[in-house]
């Protein structure tokens, strides 16, 4: 899932499209030569003992990556990219089970398929914070990592730290 899901311009791939190095055991340059970033990552449920076989990303039709923790207000949530293989394939029952327990546990969940971000989290537990204030915190925390992120090569040449105002403007004139 992750070899198909991820933008990675490091290789040349956009979101959604399949790895040119994906074959039909894998990843053909697993052994030597593939890049920094797909020996680094794992995702959620890769990380998570506990996480039963049914939630397996290619079972449920999306990908959980932790993301660290952002502030808002008083509050600091642990955040989850969640991105999906299709629109709205974290409805399935698995899936949506899987979503629905997290929320729970009061982990704020950005649900992503392409330019399309939803943010699904506990809004009673969360009462005086609103998704656009949750989005403004993760767009610039993670714009802080732009060096790191672009020496990976899982984003463009262009993406910078955003300042506050940036990341508020970013979502504030989104058309
Ligand atoms: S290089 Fe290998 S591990 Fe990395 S995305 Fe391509 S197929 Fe997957």
Redesign the pocket.
């Known amino acids: 899932m992750?070899?198909?899901v991820?933008p990675?311009p490091i290789?040349d791939?956009a979101e959604g499209q399949?790895?040119?190095?994906?074959?039909a055991s894998?990843?053909?340059?697993?052994d030597h030569?593939?890049?920094e970033?797909?020996?680094q990552?794992a995702c959620y449920w890769l990380d998570h003992e506990e996480m039963p076989d049914e939630h397996r990303p290619d079972r449920i039709g999306a990908i959980v990556t932790e993301s660290g923790w952002i502030c808002v207000g008083g509050d600091v949530l642990p955040i989850f990219v969640l991105n999906q293989s299709e629109p709205e394939s974290c409805r399935a029952p698995e899936a949506a089970a899987m979503v629905g327990d997290m929320v729970a546990r009061g982990r704020v969940l950005l649900v992503i398929y392409g330019l399309a971000m939803q943010i699904v989290y506990d809004r009673s537990r969360y009462a005086s914070i609103s998704e656009a204030e949750i989005e403004v915190a993760f767009r610039y925390e993670q714009s802080q990592d732009a060096l790191e992120l672009k020496r990976l090569g899982v984003v463009d040449e262009d993406y910078r730290p955003l300042t506050w105002a940036e990341a508020e403007a970013t979502v504030r004139d989104r058309p």
């Not at 894998?26 to 697993?30: E, S």
């Open positions: 992750c070899c198909r991820f990675l290789l791939k399949p790895c040119k190095f994906l074959c894998g990843c053909a340059i697993h030569r593939r890049p970033v797909c020996r990552y």
